[in-house]
């Protein structure tokens, strides 16, 4: 018989309901025991006294059960959804360890759900990114992987495959009759078209921030980065002089714009420097570069564009032609209350889908408003309607399945059917992986070890 299982659902502290949930065979006796109840209706909520094995009164509280299967877990499961803070749901806790119970290791809640059937790899794991995730359109994209969205998606290239594996087999136990050749490119490309689908998948999932967005303020010195950084928070964080050269280090600062979470970073002004801190200061700024999944461009509106800023714009376009997936790249013209002096022309080698942007940033209100909307603008352009990997794992194995398709389109092409459904063979098993993986237990461990206690 397995173990019964036991931890407190809700964080500690002061707060104005702690749960205690159990699960397992043993759950429903031990919650007659400290109720002193003979039996609970299923999926009814019931308020109740709670008492310690020596009769003293403990709490009153409401007691949930849910019968196996139907349950998070699939097997009995009670919660006691007693009053909050440090000690109610202790002496709770520790009851439930008197009379029978054992704590639940970090996530074996969920891994006895995924066991038991009641979850596969791709809901469980979704479960654990929704609960530290900090970008409410990455949540909602986890709650279409929790509703199995991604296990549908993974059954359809499982099919695929099947399909293809099973009119090879036949091909090769019929191989003194001719093989149409209809069948062949038929297959060719149902596969060519599956692995541009899979490609498609895999890059806008690896471009996907699942903690929101960093967005990098980059620039030369004394364009107003830092005034843009404090517009933009709407009070002064950063330390603003028309001396040159005063941000050193990166300064970073969370906003909320729409569903998204955007980390904001101001950097030091990117030019040549021989101060040994200041180069630091900018050696930050290339990182911050790096990591930017949106780069606004500052440039002083009220000065020709100088060398300078013909770096900083070679700078941009390197990083952005690097990458599968380009960041969003946003100019911005600071200083534009004083006499325009930049010729804006120049700024089109920044390949941006947005026209440059005018601000003051020393009129804080009307400059966030502006920003706030383009920056909106530019992340609605993101769409989470596609299937999303959200874990390194799902990733892998999409990369895996695609490699090995290519492998067989090849042995196809050169009519090498065993060859071909050796690789097809291997496709399937590499996605299969993302839902239903191979039961080792250290494996297994390993993944749910990483969910919180009592989830």
């Given amino acids: 018989m397995q173990d019964t299982i036991v931890a407190i659902a809700t964080p500690s502290g002061v707060g104005g309901i702690c749960i205690v949930r159990l699960s397992g065979k043993q759950a429903a006796q031990i919650a007659s025991t400290i109720t002193k109840k003979p039996a609970f209706t299923p999926r009814y909520a019931t308020l109740s006294l709670l008492y310690d094995t020596q009769g003293a009164l403990l709490d009153e509280a409401i007691v949930l059960y849910f019968q196996a299967p139907k349950s998070y877990t699939g097997e009995d499961v009670i919660e006691f959804q007693c009053h909050g803070g440090e000690i109610i749901g202790r002496r709770v806790l520790n009851e439930c360890l008197l009379l029978g119970a054992r704590i639940a290791r970090a996530g074996e809640f969920t891994k006895r759900a995924y066991l038991n059937g009641r979850l596969d790899l791709a809901q469980a794991n979704a479960i654990a990114q929704m609960i530290t995730t900090r970008d409410a359109s990455f949540q909602s994209a986890l709650l279409k992987q929790l509703k199995g969205d991604l296990g549908a998606f993974v059954e359809q290239v499982r099919a695929s495959l099947i399909s293809a594996l099973a009119h090879t087999e036949v091909m090769i136990d019929y191989s003194e009759e001719d093989i149409p050749s209809d069948i062949i490119t038929r297959i060719h490309s149902m596969l060519e078209s599956l692995a541009t689908r899979l490609n498609n998948i895999y890059t806008f999932s690896k471009a ?25 928070l709407l009070y002064d964080r950063a330390i603003t002089s028309p001396i040159a050269g005063t941000t050193r280090d990166r300064i970073e600062e969370d906003l909320l714009i729409g569903s998204h979470r955007v980390r904001l970073i101001d950097t030091a002004g990117i030019h040549a420097s021989d101060d040994s801190l200041e180069s630091k200061g900018i050696e930050k700024s290339l990182q911050a570069l790096k990591e930017a999944s949106i780069i606004l461009v500052v440039f002083d509106g009220s000065s020709p564009l100088d060398p300078q800023d013909e770096a900083i714009i070679a700078l941009v376009q390197e990083e952005s032609a690097s990458r599968q997936s380009p960041p969003t790249i946003l100019p911005i013209i600071n200083k534009c209350d004083l006499p325009a002096m930049l010729d804006t022309a120049a700024l089109h080698k920044l390949d941006s889908s947005s026209a440059a942007i005018a601000i003051n940033a020393l009129n804080k209100p009307e400059t966030a408003s502006t920003l706030y909307s383009a920056i909106a603008q530019a992340l609605a352009q993101e769409s989470y309607q596609d299937i999303i990997l959200s874990a390194p794992y799902q990733q892998e194995a999409i990369a895996q399945t695609q490699a090995h398709i290519h492998k067989a389109c090849a042995k196809l092409e050169s009519l090498e059917l065993e060859l071909f459904a050796y690789h097809i063979k291997d496709a399937l098993e590499s996605i299969g992986f993302i839902t239903h993986p191979y039961n080792s237990e250290e494996v297994l461990d390993s993944m749910f070890g990483q969910f919180c206690l009592g989830k």
């Fill in 208 to 232: 996907r921030p699942s903690q929101g967005h960093s967005l990098c303020l980059i620039g030369k010195p004394n364009v107003g980065k830092s005034s843009l950084l404090n517009a933009l």
